[in-house]
């Protein structure tokens, strides 16, 4: 196998992307970490009238590693399977009652098994969905409909999850792209508190106010958290439209929230997106108290004879220098600077002619050329980082199914291997 090796001292990282295994420590070679594992036999959560089988997959959305037993991680779906609809700003939403959840997996023999599922529910215990929310409550502006053409009544116990962090006494914070929401839910899924926008959560504690002109879908995609356990870091996946979507057009300037989890104090920062093509940044985790690493992408896949991927990148970023774009105030649109919101601003030209620094961010590993395989998916969306310096990347394999483009689900077929997509773990080691 050949190995490569990059180096970037002004990011203090060395990658080696190419080793055949992976130790979790110097001080522990016991464990080693493969390539790659995916999971094994995922269930068939239903089966649609044509004959295609939806998976009980979709644990890829986000992963976080259990610090006592490296062999276990757990992995995130979003709000179900569910395929865009023919109607403007609809969905199709394959099983209703799906409870968004967290799976336990645990590496072995090479494969990652399911020994637990966590459905996340409500502070009264009943399961949340991934309906879309009322109005005032995080709505996306979507209509939902079932596989028979229903109309879905929007719920405010949906959520469509997207960033987890397990904390030290074993309890979760999961955000979302609705809200966006935080939610904190303890080691069996109920909900301990919801925080969003708007005050409609549980708790009462809310967040700046111009987090509510997320644009749909692209919400608080990413959440980490310190190592000191004290704060949030959620990331949004896209310039929010702010103050609408023909303002941004060519915004590449997205937001950074840290969230202070004893006080709710919030700060927030601006994030430059390598270019304007592009999905977003799925994912961050925490190198230290300020210094992340993000993972950017398009949404095309590896490998594809036609229209392959060209940009699924990890940078490492740092917002110790970057200026607090807070708005004191806390108004619709947040602080603005000569009348222009943050996003308006554009670019860095834009943002440093407001006197705005944004944090730095440098290249530390490109998937689509620095791994010892070819890296199949188009939705890279989970980064967790590992005793040793060992970077874990899963991948959201949308239960194994996209649209067919006539009101229904067809199989998602990974064009490089020409076999249905499944959630997967690639391990890089770093230095």
């Not at 927030?268 to 300020?290: E, F, H, K, R, W």
């Not at 060209?310 to 110790?320: M, Q, T, Y």
């Amino acid at each position: 196998m050949k190995k490569q090796a990059l180096s970037f001292l002004s990011a203090g990282l060395i990658l080696f992307a190419a080793c055949k295994k992976h130790s979790s420590s110097p001080e522990t070679p016991a464990f080693v970490y493969p390539d790659m594992a995916e999971v094994s036999e995922p269930a068939i959560l239903f089966t649609t009238a044509d004959g295609v089988k939806v998976y009980n997959g979709g644990f890829g959305s986000a992963v976080a590693a259990d610090p006592k037993s490296p062999d276990v991680f757990y992995m995130l779906t979003d709000r179900g399977s569910n395929v865009a609809g023919q109607v403007a700003n609809s969905i199709i939403i394959g099983k209703p009652d799906f409870a968004p959840q967290i799976g336990k997996f645990r590496l072995k023999d090479g494969k990652l098994v399911l020994e637990q599922v966590i459905e996340l529910k409500n502070a009264q215990n009943g399961k949340l969905n991934g309906l879309p929310n009322p109005v005032g409550m995080g709505a996306s502006g979507e209509t939902a409909y079932d596989l028979n053409g229903q109309v879905l009544t929007p719920s405010a116990d949906g959520i469509d999850s997207e960033g987890l962090v397990l904390a030290a006494d074993g309890t979760f914070w999961i955000s979302d792209e609705y809200g966006p929401h935080i939610l904190h839910v303890d080691a069996s899924g109920k909900t301990l508190e919801r925080i969003n926008p708007f005050g409609s959560g549980t708790g009462g504690r809310k967040l700046p106010a111009v987090f509510a002109t997320r644009r749909a879908n692209r919400g608080m995609e990413g959440l980490t958290i310190t190592p000191d356990g004290k704060t949030l870091v959620g990331m949004m996946q896209s310039p929010m439209y702010n103050p609408s979507k023909t303002a941004v057009a060519n915004s590449t300037v997205l937001r950074i929230l840290t969230f202070d989890i004893a006080t709710g104090a919030t700060k927030q920062y601006a994030y430059l997106m390598d270019n304007t093509s592009l999905t977003g940044v799925s994912d961050i985790v925490a190198v230290n108290s300020t210094t992340f690493l993000t993972i950017e992408r398009d949404g095309n896949f590896g490998g594809a004879a036609t229209n392959p991927a060209a940009f699924k990148r990890v940078f490492k970023i740092d917002i110790s220098n970057a200026t607090d774009i807070s708005d004191a105030n806390n108004g619709a649109n947040g602080k603005l600077y000569g009348g222009k919101t943050v996003e308006e601003l554009n670019n860095l030209a834009g943002l440093q002619g407001a006197g705005i620094a944004p944090v730095s961010k440098t290249l530390v590993l490109d998937l689509l050329k620095d791994l010892p395989m070819v890296y199949p998916h188009d939705k890279a969306e989970g980064l967790t980082l590992l005793s040793g310096n060992i970077l874990a990347i899963a991948n959201d394999d949308d239960f194994g199914v996209v649209d067919n483009g006539a009101s229904g689900f067809a199989a998602k077929i990974l064009p490089l291997t020409n076999k249905v997509d499944r959630n997967r773990l690639y391990f890089v080691k770093l230095k």
